[in-house]
């Protein structure tokens, strides 16, 4: 009850009294007289239930919003391992539904309808240098493991013999019609559009196919690398509400130096535990040599020598700390290798995190999307994703790649780099040293000699 209404209640009963005890001259008072009292009073009950029922439905809408987030959390849970189990080309065709989407929320966040539709083909270019950028980076891998489709048509083995021309073209012709639609008026509103596209497709469309990249060097340089990025977050969260004290970061107010500090530790080890686990299984560290293997189909190999225990001897000054009782370690070095990849996932991977919520504070909204309920958009749960992949492709190539060579690379380099005669030569010189270690009889030698001339007049 407010203040007022409840001093007007108490001066009517003090005159109620007052006229029991001393009649007064006049007309005894109205029921009219006592009319704006009631009314503050059932006012001030009105508001103190519509502020109960305020409370209370927004107890219920959180109850709602938490269940929502759990459940889904599951779902996306058990939707990953059904994938991760099921090869590297589910795998690979969800990084490329992932780039979509993340693609499709950053281009709608920053367009506007009203402008959008003055402007002939506007969006449409967006995508079209989308799909443009897709067949510069992945086409080639996709031609490379289905060899025998795209090499017996003479269509697919143009586009992949000419494959960066063909790139080139596309994206001058995007440019080109993006020139050809300037309109007056809308100069500055088109050339934001066209920088806010590239810059996506740098910064998610770019780092996504490295990500596709380590999948095919091995499922477990693309399983680990994002199981660690999961981790730092959950760690960050925990130790930021057991510890925090200290903001770190502006844009997120919320972040701690405690906890940015302590998930990194927590990372660490975890990332020692993982990398003792998942090196262990074949399926995982083994580079993809087609895209058919799953789970339950996978070809073995021989591991990479990372994954190997290695013996190293210990430092003079450590074997005399030790007292001489030790002087050699055995250990496998990747660990030592997700060690590092546990720090870039603890201090720099979350500051994509960062710049997304820096540019969401930008444009003035809570989520990149609703794709995922309870969750918001895809980009709100890969952001810190796309740093870790590009980190772990350069990290891989330049510290742990023997750089292998498989069957299909090599063929399609002889493919695309040789002339028809020198093909011919390529396999002549191969059917010698064939016919040296005995596979190849001299009798059979001459008859397919006798082929291949054959095919030169």
Request: aromatic share 14%; hydrophobic share 45%; charged share 15%.
């Amino acid at each position: 009850m407010s203040g007022e209404g409840k001093n007007a209640v108490e001066q009517e009963i003090t005159n109620d009294s007052r006229s029991q005890s001393t009649p007064p001259a006049s007309a005894s008072m109205t029921p009219t007289s006592i009319t704006p009292s009631v009314s503050n009073t059932e006012v001030s009950k009105n508001s103190k239930g519509k502020a109960n029922g305020n409370v209370v439905n927004e107890r219920e809408k959180k109850k709602e919003a938490f269940i929502t987030r759990t459940i889904w959390t599951f779902v996306m849970i058990g939707g990953f391992f059904i994938i991760l189990a099921s090869g590297h080309l589910p795998i690979i065709l969800m990084i490329l539904v992932f780039q979509l989407l993340t693609f499709k929320e950053i281009i709608a966040l920053t367009s506007e309808p009203a402008r959008d539709k003055k402007i002939p083909y506007n969006r449409s270019l967006n995508w079209y240098f989308l799909v443009a950028t897709w067949y510069y980076l992945d086409f080639p891998k996709f031609a490379d493991f289905f060899q025998e489709k795209v090499f017996s048509d003479k269509l697919l083995t143009v586009l992949v013999k000419s494959h960066k021309l063909v790139s080139y073209s596309l994206y001058m012709a995007g440019f080109i019609f993006f020139v050809w639609t300037l309109k007056k008026g809308y100069y500055k509103f088109q050339f934001a559009q066209l920088c806010i596209t590239h810059m996506t497709l740098l910064l998610v469309v770019f780092q996504a196919h490295l990500i596709i990249d380590n999948i095919l060097n091995g499922i477990f340089w693309f399983f680990l690398p994002s199981a660690l990025v999961i981790v730092n977050d959950i760690f960050a969260y925990i130790c930021g509400i057991t510890f925090g004290k200290t903001q770190l970061i502006e844009i997120s107010p919320k972040k701690t130096v405690e906890g940015f500090l302590g998930a990194w530790i927590c990372t660490g080890i975890a990332a020692v535990i993982g990398a003792s686990l998942f090196s262990k299984s074949d399926y995982l560290i083994c580079p993809a040599q087609n895209l058919s293997t799953h789970l339950y189909n996978f070809p073995q190999c021989d591991p990479n020598p990372v994954f190997i225990p290695q013996i190293y001897q210990l430092p003079a000054n450590i074997i005399e700390l030790l007292g001489g009782k030790i002087e050699m370690i055995t250990f496998k070095p990747i660990y030592f290798h997700a060690a590092i990849l546990a720090t870039f996932a603890s201090l720099i991977a979350p500051f994509g995190g960062f710049f997304a919520s820096g540019l969401k504070r930008a444009f003035g909204i809570k989520d990149f999307g609703d794709t995922i309920p309870g969750h918001g958009g895809i980009t709100d749960r890969f952001d810190c994703q796309f740093l870790m992949g590009s980190f772990t492709y350069l990290y891989y190539q330049t510290f742990i790649s023997n750089h292998n060579m498989n069957l299909g690379k090599i063929l399609q380099m002889a493919i695309i780099n040789l002339s028809v005669p020198q093909l011919l030569q390529l396999v002549k010189s191969i059917l010698r040293y064939l016919n040296r270690e005995q596979v190849v009889s001299d009798e059979q030698l001459k008859q397919l000699f006798d082929i291949l001339e054959s095919t030169q007049q």
